[in-house]
């Protein structure tokens, strides 16, 4: 590896680094802020060393990775997240017993497994990726411990992760015997003249879809999400819904334009079942549900749904759309995970729709936030899950995927009836004056860590729903470089 | 500019009243009353200031400025004279509103006044834009608010009724969104501009089948919120649990959100789609004016009542839109303002009788015109025009509307006319079980007060001068009827004398970014030959009285 090779894996070293001092620090004497400012401070870091990525172009580092604008982008976005989900982390660790150290130790493993992804251009690299990324989630999830749902969680998600990935392997193995390769390129450059995929080949790409689709929680591999989501501590919840859904939907992204496999109408077709399915399934299940970690792991999975609509009109402006919708889930995703965690108390984490009654009453400034978040899930303009929704429509119409396009328009209808239902839970009448009250607060400094996260969330929310051409400009720069075939 | 100041007014207004809330309760009634009240004196000064359109030109300010430049987005707005008279009564029952909830709202006033402001806002919105992006952005800024004011301060059925509502508006919107973007694509394939300015977009030529199915998106979201017969169901119910002031914004402005929507954009864009159409959609016109009708007859509760005898009359709106000439949309544009006006009012009346009984089942009522006089005066003025008396402006909305759509379809205009005999019984049934009969009451019932006179005084003032001297009304909304229905008039006599008439100034400070277009699109002839067709003569219309 040359020098230059290092500084366009800035980024990732930050982190590695960061990961090694961490290891250290806790060895030396165990504090919470310290690691919090190191996890923070590292993030940042990270962050920055990527503007000197910024006209990058498309620089490769045999055989494994291809740093170019697309990756740098998925990369900031996720750092983004993951900063924000550390910052709202603090707070809700800060009032738990356990040890609290290692999980942002974790956490950074974690992200660093995500950015491997979004990268990588070979399938050791993506296998990589995943499981440094699923590794960690396996602790994240069942980080506190003694609780019950927290255990069962990790469990659950432990197996199914292993599941899945046996498949991709399985999957990848299939390809590379038909193809002789495990680069993407070299891949794309050994199918590009069959006009139909053999056998061999489909049941490779078959079962991979079936280890991504784990990743990636759509239906039918969808079983473990709201477990998952409703055991896992909120901020970890608010990562996996965002962070390794984005890393994986990137390599999936990359992979896919990179073998141009919207040509195969039999992939196209399981696509588009997989995201029908998802779409309907998300949105017709979260109704039944009242607790809102559920609902929300089922309106990501219909989320899940409607980026793949995106995803499946194969072209630029898909691809942009992907992207756009991504940024617009990722801040909506980790508000309304941020506002979950901050209502939590020592014992567990407010998840029934029941403590979210006359919430606009007790603390007002919480539930608009928590509103805002919720109608941008919804896809209601001034926020950005509208201008998001928009690109998605506008991306299916300009392929013409109409009946795609039809049930996303059909599902964000279902989609509003349990958005709306938790919001008129949080505006109905507080029943005694007692409610009103607020319970008791952190301490102030630890409080204005939370509060300071949701107010940026939810300005940004707004301000890419009123004014989007900022972000349109910085995402067309960066990605018209690298998704051109 | 003063364009954009209408809405920012208000939106600030909405936010201001909110904040002022915290610090007396009273300030944000008096924030509201005063964006409102601004809002209104502006446009009063735009319509006094051009009493009569240049002729040739419809279009009497425009406003744009890019948005979105990488989707062709650009926020644009226009006025034309259906616009002023559409703003002229949004903020008139605006007004209205913001005066009854003054005792009537008494939790969480602050919040409020700030959806009734963001109401008005987005209905300002919709009536303004000439961006379909922005067009369906208003649209549905203005139903969030809408929600939470059914929601939070309706009757006892209020979540069903703000759910519903919610539900259907939001649905039939989403297939409008497919309808724009799909108008977005096919225009920009051909022409290679893509873009979502309303000018431009009225020169997509389309194939017919194309044609189709985008107008059916549209006429989704506005027949829904007209509504039509069979997707009227969300209106009873919303209607009725609604507040007051969220039952007149309802039925006194949003239901012409739709109304306007079919002017605006369904009439011009698809020309031969909606001639196809134009039947089916007569036809579902008169089966909402009966069935309105019959089902109006049929209620006990009086909000319901009144919400039925919107279907009833809104049916006619989509009688005189399908029959594409200028008697019947000018009856049509008369319609919409008269029945905001009317059937405002009568929720208004309902809202001061359950204030005072705390009921609004009419079989409990009865014999009230010897207790509150007033009232009843009041109550008959409304109730005679909404069944149509001749002298308020009911009757010459209907009555246009009827001779514009007699030339159309003669059959569905005679049944049609049933609806006004049948409006009839309904309408004296209500003045029969309130005001007369036996009083089964022991309350005591109020006479109204000062207030509320203040309220109910204004709207008998307009609808008597709507229906006394409706020229001026007629005369502003001419030019801009007759550029919505050019594709259906036209002949090439018309196209002889093509003259240019710039917009008429009426703001002397020119900002740079304000944008004066001349009418480009739209070129009518200077001297209208008279002997071209029927439409095209001028309306004077004197009434009876």
């Not at chain 2, 914004?249 to 239901?255: E, Q, R, T």
Request: neutral net charge.
């Amino acid at each position: 590896m040359t020098l230059t090779d290092f500084q366009h894996l800035m980024p990732l070293l930050i982190l590695t680094f960061a990961v090694l001092v961490s290891m250290l620090v806790i060895a030396v004497g165990r504090n919470h802020k310290i690691m919090y400012v190191i996890t923070a401070v590292s993030f940042l870091a990270a962050f920055a060393s990527l503007f000197e990525l910024r006209d990058v172009g498309r620089y490769t580092i045999e055989p494994l990775l291809v740093v170019d604008g697309f990756g740098v982008f998925y990369i900031g976005m996720m750092l983004l997240a993951a900063l924000l989900i550390s910052m709202l982390s603090y707070a809700y660790f800060e009032q738990r017993e356990e040890r609290k150290e290692e999980y942002y130790m974790l956490l950074l493993l974690a992200t660093i497994g995500a950015c491997v992804l979004v990268i990588s251009k070979h399938f050791a690299s993506l296998f990589l990726g995943i499981e440094i990324l699923s590794v960690s989630l396996y602790a994240l999830i069942a980080y506190l411990r003694t609780r019950e749902r927290s255990n069962e969680a990790g469990i659950k998600y432990l197996i199914l992760a292993a599941f899945s990935s046996a498949f991709l392997l399985f999957g990848m193995a299939l390809v590379y015997a038909s193809t002789g390769t495990m680069e993407f390129a070299g891949i794309a450059a050994a199918i590009a003249n069959f006009t139909e995929l053999p056998l061999l080949l489909l049941t490779g790409f078959g079962l991979m879809i079936v280890g991504i689709g784990f990743k990636l929680s759509v239906v039918p591999f969808h079983m473990w999400a709201p477990d998952v989501y409703e055991g896992a501590p909120a901020p970890v919840t608010a990562f996996i819904a965002t962070v390794s859904k984005g890393g994986v939907l990137g390599v999936l992204i990359r992979f896919f334009m990179e073998v141009d496999g919207f040509r195969y109408p039999t992939l196209v077709l399981i696509f588009t079942i997989v995201a029908i399915a998802s779409m309907l399934a998300g949105n017709l299940l979260a109704l039944l549900q009242r607790n809102v970690k559920r609902i929300l792991a089922y309106s990501s999975i219909a989320h899940l749904g409607y980026l793949l609509v995106a995803f499946l009109a194969g072209n630029q402006m898909g691809v942009e759309a992907v992207t756009f919708y991504l940024v617009a889930y990722f801040i909506t995703t980790v508000g309304a995970f941020g506002v979950v965690a901050m209502l939590s108390d020592k014992e567990r984490d407010a998840e029934q729709l029941e403590d979210y009654r006359a919430l606009l009453w007790r603390r007002p400034w919480t539930a608009a936030v928590f509103t805002a978040m919720l109608l941008s899930l919804a896809g209601i303009p001034l926020t950005a899950g509208f201008v998001g929704k928009f690109y998605i429509l506008a991306a299916g119409v300009n392929t013409q995927l109409w009946l795609l396009v039809v049930m996303l328009a059909l599902n964000s209808v279902i989609g509003l009836f349990y958005y709306i239902r938790i919001v008129a839970v949080m505006f109905q009448q507080p029943e005694a004056e007692a409610e009103i009250q607020p319970r008791g607060r952190l301490r102030p400094s630890i409080y204005v860590a939370s509060v300071g996260t949701l107010t940026v969330l939810a300005l940004l929310l707004v301000y890419i729903g009123v004014y989007p051409s900022g972000l349109l400009q910085i995402i067309q720069g960066l990605l018209v470089t690298s998704t051109a075939p | 500019m003063i364009l954009v100041w209408l809405i920012v007014i208000l939106m600030v207004g909405g936010v201001l009243a909110w904040i002022s809330g915290k610090v007396n309760r009273a300030l944000s009634r008096w924030v509201a009353l005063g964006s409102v009240l601004a809002v209104f004196g502006l446009t009063l000064y735009l319509w006094l200031s051009n009493p009569v359109p240049v002729l040739g030109s419809a279009w009497l300010i425009q406003f744009t400025q890019p948005w979105i430049p990488q989707w062709g987005i650009s926020f644009s707005l226009a006025i034309d004279g259906l616009s002023l008279l559409m703003l002229l009564l949004t903020f008139f029952i605006g007004l209205l509103a913001v005066l009854i909830s003054w005792r009537e709202i008494q939790t969480k006033v602050a919040f409020f006044h700030f959806n009734l402001l963001w109401v008005l806002a987005g209905i300002t919105g919709v009536f303004l834009t000439m961006d379909l992006f922005l067009f369906y952005f208003f649209w549905e800024v203005m139903l969030i608010p809408m929600y939470f004011l059914i929601g939070i301060w309706g009757h006892e059925n209020r979540r069903y009724a703000a759910f519903k509502f919610f539900i259907f508006t939001q649905a039939s919107g989403l297939l409008m969104l497919l309808a724009i973007l799909g108008l977005y694509f096919i225009h920009g394939n051909q022409t290679g501009v893509y873009t979502f300015s309303y000018f431009e977009l009225l020169n997509t030529t389309l194939a017919p089948e194309a044609a189709r199915l985008l107008m059916f998106g549209f006429l989704a979201a506005f027949l829904v919120k007209l509504p039509v017969v069979p997707f009227h169901s969300w209106l009873p119910d919303a209607h009725s649990e609604a507040p007051t002031a969220g039952s007149v914004i309802l039925a006194g402005l949003l239901l012409k959100t739709g109304a306007y929507g079919l002017l605006r954009f369904v009439l011009p864009l698809f020309p031969t789609a909606t001639v196809e159409f134009a039947p089916w959609a007569m036809l579902l016109g008169v089966i909402g004016i009966i069935y309105g009708a019959i089902l109006a007859f049929s209620q006990t509760d009086l909000k319901r009542l009144v919400a039925y005898t919107s279907v009833s009359h809104m049916g006619f709106v989509i009688l005189g839109v399908f029959a594409f000439n200028e008697w019947a949309l000018q009856g049509v544009v008369m319609q919409m303002i008269t029945h905001g006006l009317s059937t405002g009012a009568l929720f208004i009346i309902a809202g001061f009788l359950y204030e005072r009984l705390h009921t609004r089942d009419i079989r409990q009522m009865g014999g009230f015109w010897s207790t509150a006089p007033k009232m009843g005066v009041i109550a008959l003025i409304f109730v005679m025009a909404s069944l149509g008396l001749p002298g308020l402006g009911n009757f010459i909305a209907e009555f246009l509307t009827l001779v514009g759509s007699w030339q159309a379809n003669n059959w569905l205009t005679v049944f049609a006319t049933i609806g006004l005999v049948m409006a009839t019984i309904y309408s004296l049934r209500i003045m029969q079980k309130i005001f007369f009969e036996a009083n089964h009451m022991e309350q005591a019932l109020p006479d109204l007060n000062a207030r509320e006179m203040l309220i109910a005084i204004p709207m008998v003032a307009m609808i008597l001068w709507l229906g006394l001297y409706p020229q001026s009304v007629l005369d502003t909304a001419r030019p801009s009827i007759q550029e919505q229905l050019q594709a259906y008039t036209e002949t090439p006599l018309e196209h002889e004398h093509v003259a240019e008439v710039a917009a008429p100034e009426t703001e002397t400070s020119v900002v740079n970014d304000v944008e004066w277009k001349p009418s480009s699109n739209f070129q009518i002839s200077t001297s209208p030959n008279p002997s071209t067709s029927k439409a095209s003569t001028p309306l004077i219309i004197k009434s009876s009285n």
